[in-house]
């Protein structure tokens, strides 16, 4: 393995690189890379174990292809868990922002699944939920924040509560969605909670300002043409 990959090892290991963090099969596709160029992985839990792979042995045209192949596989059922991947991995810019496109454009489906929706990062829920690009009408993103929260026990505190339901722009609410669910949801019958409602921007008792509408579902028309 030294003389194929000249003794490149991870800037930040300290004695002798432990390849045992490697399956057999992942390793295997690492040296095939090294001598040929290309390698072969039977499914995408092998894919994502060869992408891991190739960063803990810093590969990184193995990575990129990796990656590659990542970006044209996204789809709903594994957007979230490929955002996931290249941000723990933190070198693939392009294949997480991908994912993230891939999430925003497929949010109803995301959020759908299920487990995937409910173990997602909190720090990936957060982004989804306050981008302008999402794809989803108002009610959807708060029903989808209010079902991670309520997923996990035990329950998040009153701080992680109003950090992650204020990414919700509650003035495009239904008047009576707002008025009814949202002020009677348990996870906002809390000092910070309420105080987040009474200073959401735009909330209709507190301001005339409305917050701006997500572009994900607009679609723009353009008519043109000459008189006569």
Known sequence: FERVWSGKWPRDCRGPLDLTALSTACLKACLEFAYTGEAEV????????????????????????????????????NALAVWELADRIGRLPR???????????????????????????????RSLLED??????????YRAGVAWLQAHDPPPGEEEVAALLSRVRFALLPREFLNGVVMEEPLLDTRVGKQMLLEAPGLAIMSTARPRPRTGGMKLYAVGGLSG
Do not use: C, H
């Open 42 to 77: 039977a499914d995408e839990d092998a894919l994502a174990e060869l992408l891991a792979g190739a960063a803990f042995l810093q590969m990184d045209e193995l990575l990129e292809a990796a990656a590659e192949a990542y970006v044209s596989r996204l789809a709903a059922s």
């Open 95 to 125: 294949l997480a922002e991908a994912a993230a496109k891939a999430a925003r454009a497929n949010f109803g489906e995301v959020v759908a699944g299920g487990e995937a929706w409910t173990a997602a990062p909190a720090s990936i829920v």
């Open 132 to 141: 302008d690009r999402l794809r989803a009408s108002e009610e959807e993103v």
